[in-house]
């Protein structure tokens, strides 16, 4: 799979929806909140099938591990932590985490007046939730890149940290509305598919629903590959954005299930669908929907929703175990970016 499949969807992981409350699990809110009766349809597109694209995601990972192996040079470094990050959006597979961490640290240190070395270890670092690092580096970059005298570069370094600051603004929770009428700007200027889904996370912040879900709609009439991750990462963060926060779980569902015919193993988008079997009496249905997941992915979301779920008193005791032992992992690896849960995970009734 080409390179720039990575760099299109490079806004799945520098964006605010990264590992927040926002796409990790939370209770559905009730329907009717506010919102149009149904969501427009996103365009449709034939793209490869998961399997397809996911042995294309792993071969593209190996032969930039091995490119990068002789030399620690920053654009390859670049595309092996998009794409780590990319399988780690939609799989769990926080290994990679770790990887794209240990990468990026240590071509920052072969190449440590390089602007693009030192954006590169803020993105990664705004993933882990480590902010402030990350503007210091944000910072650092811009410093070196008057030094340097980058020219014509300088503007696309600029774009990138300017971006990429904003992002860190959303996940802090920060006021948006300056934001959003940069990204407008943005996006009416040059309407590629990441400044339009940057807007549509904005706007979504904003609790301009229907604006966003049009501008989620939008950016992918303007991608053109085949990839299935755009389009089953836009359907669930649009299934998200309408269950969660708009209170809409009846406009959420369609979503979910859009993302699932993309990618079936899109691990989030599981346990949110299975969320809303729950919420709606179908336990076994949810039960069905998240086991196969325990044991294929590092998330604890689906043990998580096992331990409010199971019906057994006893096996709903040890997905709550298992689960929270899962998490004291992850908050060894990453404390910031799970330091907002908690060991409360127990049984509770939908």
């Not at 499949?5 to 559905?28: E, F, K, M, R």
Request: with cysteine; aromatic share 8%; glycine share 6%.
């Amino acid at each position: 799979m080409r390179v720039h499949i990575y760099q299109a969807v490079l806004v799945l992981w520098i964006a605010a929806w990264g590992c927040d409350d926002n796409t990790s699990s939370q209770p559905p809110g009730r329907a009717g909140a506010q919102g149009p009766a149904f969501v427009e349809p996103a365009p449709a597109r034939k793209t490869t099938s998961e399997r397809i694209a996911v042995m294309n995601l792993n071969a593209s990972i190996e032969a930039s591990r091995r490119r990068l192996e002789p030399r620690l040079d920053v654009a390859t470094a670049s595309a092996l932590v998009e794409q780590l990050m990319l399988r780690a959006d939609f799989y769990g597979t926080f290994d990679d985490w770790e990887e794209a961490s240990k990468i990026s640290s240590e071509v920052l240190g072969a190449h440590p007046t390089s602007p693009p070395a030192m954006l590169l270890r803020a993105r990664v670092l705004n993933t882990l939730h480590e902010f402030d690092a990350a503007l210091s580096l944000i910072e650092k970059a811009r410093a070196w890149r008057s030094v340097s005298g980058a020219g014509a570069a300088g503007g696309e370094l600029e774009a990138q940290a300017r971006h990429l600051e904003a992002s860190i603004g959303l996940a802090q929770g920060k006021p948006v509305e300056e934001l959003v009428a940069r990204r407008r700007a943005l996006a009416a200027s040059f309407p590629t598919y990441q400044n339009v889904t940057s807007l549509a996370l904005a706007l979504a912040k904003q609790g301009r629903f229907e604006d966003a879900d049009a501008a989620f709609r939008s950016a992918l009439e303007r991608y053109r590959d085949v990839s299935p991750f755009p389009f089953a990462w836009v359907a669930f963060q649009r299934g998200v954005m309408w269950s969660e926060e708009a209170a809409r779980p009846d406009l959420g569902r369609p979503l979910y299930e859009e993302a699932l015919r993309y990618l079936p193993g899109y691990v989030l988008a599981n346990v949110h669908l299975a969320e809303l079997d729950a919420l709606n009496g179908d336990v076994p249905t949810a039960i069905g929907r998240v086991k196969p997941l325990v044991g294929t992915t590092q998330n604890p979301e689906p043990l998580v929703l096992l331990a409010t779920v199971e019906p057994s008193i006893a096996q709903a005791r040890r997905y709550q175990e298992q689960a929270e032992a899962a998490y004291r992992q992850l908050i060894e690896r990453f404390p910031k970016a799970f330091a907002h849960h908690h060991s409360n995970i127990g049984p509770t009734s939908f």
